[in-house]
């Protein structure tokens, strides 16, 4: 969801032009001027000798065709788009001007004196072994040393995170069979490359770890294996979409060797996933599940069946580039998976005037034109009318705190979680529901990421499990997961707030309370506990930003609350920022309860994290990897990001400036400059293929999430 919120941290981007060309319209210059002079008296005979001539070259004949006037005009027209595009130019040229010069008036954050670090841009040409990896923030800029080599120094490796045909995997779980692009099954699911290694000096994470959560720590990604496979290395003539033309290609052919080019012209996606199901529904329990193959075979576990949910809205733009993201995302989460996944798209219909509930052909027609054809079947419309009908309310003004958005309840501003929730009652099938953005990317296997994330959140006990999940995590100050913990610990105890142990109680909302799910109070007293609650207990919510408490945060919309007693305090409430997530069945069941029955809203970043600390749901921070591109001094960013003294001074309200550095918030700046290096754009005036030959080649990155990405490009 594209919300302009806040000051937006962009990049000065130049005036890049490929090339303008005048195009004078063709004439027919066949025709021949007659041999007879006007001036030749009428009915004059002519007696004069003909006199043979000798012929004029073709180019002086055709040039005579072009009137005076015509010149005038051509060099006319000429001047006036020279004119336009120097002063469009110069006007580019003065406003950058002025923004540079305002921005060394106002005064500079205390992050922009750090010194960058620029170890995220070394090359294939440069890739090291983990083992005999550095991290840049190890070591002083007159240290760094990187041996750059004449081609890269490593193959690429097939990666395979889901290890189907293992005996481990087999001993617990039923065969997979392999799903296909076609309905002819002569196309297999496209597998993708990277390199067992990572460049020399590359930056560790500041937050997060990818030992801690199961991702693989030594490989890294680059454009030809990542995309190659989707499209992005061959021209559309053979089905690709032709973008590596202009790439840096060391490394790429043997890269190139590993795969098939597949003509993804004509794709049904829709229909690719659910032959993908229907071969493997005996895998799955709940709505999807079937019978094993054999009544002679043990039964074996059970898979959940997980949607992932992409929101979408009518005019929305899908670049080629967005194209080779999405087919990566249904390639690897539903098909290599056999059907654990469905890849949807939730699109809003923006025009309140459209009845898509009224006619199927108004239905068809506004999809058909907002969608690509190849994604069709996976599409879903809803609208704001829909969820007035579903929905109806009364949502009264005088149960809301604050309504900082000033707009209407039922906008998607406000209210992006009743699409997901209606979407969730029409599909029982599903166990979790991933709710995504179309402004993220991620460079690594979205499989592996996905996966390990939520069997890792499932593994986490639920003592102390708020107060980990609000603070940050920074391995280079903290040390391991199992310290951070004892920190968190430490610190709680030692604080006046009592932790928060199963549902929270608080006085009566103004329209009641639902009774809490089976299996949210806790089985035995806090301190009785020795983390052991919640192990292996599926995760209901996962998020990629800290839980805040609003009361001790800035936050702009910390107090649309809507349907709880105003003469009361506001009940007790989290927030995450940035809407991407998973959520559970169970969760969005409640939600959807407490929408219709109890007629209880917040704002989006709030609703499912408050829901869930009302009702005792399992809710989990997920420590993603996440860089900083400057060298942060580890106890200003500890004290930035977990020992707030006033609420204006959260890095998640009051503070966001503080994370435009980063690879991952809403307002950032530096997830978006790196991720159009990755494709090998120029940005800010770095960065391109001019720099990657000279320097160590392409960059390679490791799985890494980046938001917003509000644009992209390809030179």
Known sequence: MDKSRFLRFSSVLPLRTKGLYHQVPSHDLSAQATPYSDATPFGSPILTPVTRRTPKPRWSKNFRRFSVRRIVTVCVAIALLATLVLGGYQRRQRRLEEEAARDRERPKHHWEFYETLDGFYNGVRSLVKLSDWTPEQSQQRSELNTTVHHDVPMEPVLVDPYHFGSEKFLEDNYPVSPCFIDEDEKIPAPDVFAYPGIPANMPAPHFGSYNNLGITPDMCWERFGRLGPYGYSYPKEEGGLGFSVNSERAGADKILAKFDKIDWRNMNWDRAQKRCFEKNKHRFGGGGGG????????????????????????????????????????????????????????????????????????YQDTLRKNVPAEFWGMATLWSV?????????????????????????????????????????????????????????FTGHHYEFHNQVAQWADMQPRKLLWERSQRVWIPDLHGSWENFSQLVEKETLAGKEAPIWGPVDFPTASHGMLPHPNGTKPPRS???????????????????????????????????????????????????????????????????????????????????????LHHGLKAVYAPHPVHFDRRWPLDVLDRTYNHVETPNDSPFGGQEHNNQGGSFYYNSGFSGAMWRRWLGAVDNNEGGRQFEEKNSGRMCLRGLLYHPIKFERVD
């Open 526 to 612: 806090f301190e009785d506990d020795n983390y052991e609650w919640g192990v292996g207990e599926p995760a209901d919510l996962i998020v990629f930003d800290p839980f805040v408490d609003p009361d001790k945060s800035a936050w702009v919309f910390r107090l649309d609350v809507t349907g709880y007693n105003t003469t009361l305090a506001p009940p007790p409430r989290r927030y995450a920022i940035i809407t991407i997530g998973r959520l559970s069945k169970r969760l969005l069941n409640v939600m959807h309860d407490e929408t219709y029955k109890m007629r209880h809203t917040m704002f989006p970043e709030m609703f499912p994290a408050s829901v869930a």
């Open 291 to 362: 019978a094993s193959p054999s009544s002679d075979e043990p039964p074996k576990k059970k898979v959940p069946r997980t949607a992932f949910v992409l929101r979408t809205w009518t005019g929305y733009e899908y670049d080629d580039i967005h194209l080779l993201s999405l087919r990566a995302m249904i390639n690897e989460l539903a098909l290599k998976s056999g059907g654990e996944y469905d890849i949807h798209l939730l699109v809003h219909v923006k025009d309140e005037s459209i009845p898509i509930w009224a006619s199927e052909e108004v």
């Open 385 to 441: 009318p829909l969820m007035r009908l579903y929905y109806p309310g009364p949502f009264l003004k005088e149960d809301n705190y604050q309504n900082m958005a000033g707009s209407d309840i039922y906008g998607v501003y406000r209210s992006a979680h009743f699409a997901l929730q209606w979407f969730s009652q029409q599909h029982p099938e599903y166990d979790f529901f991933w709710n995504w953005e179309m402004d993220v990317r």
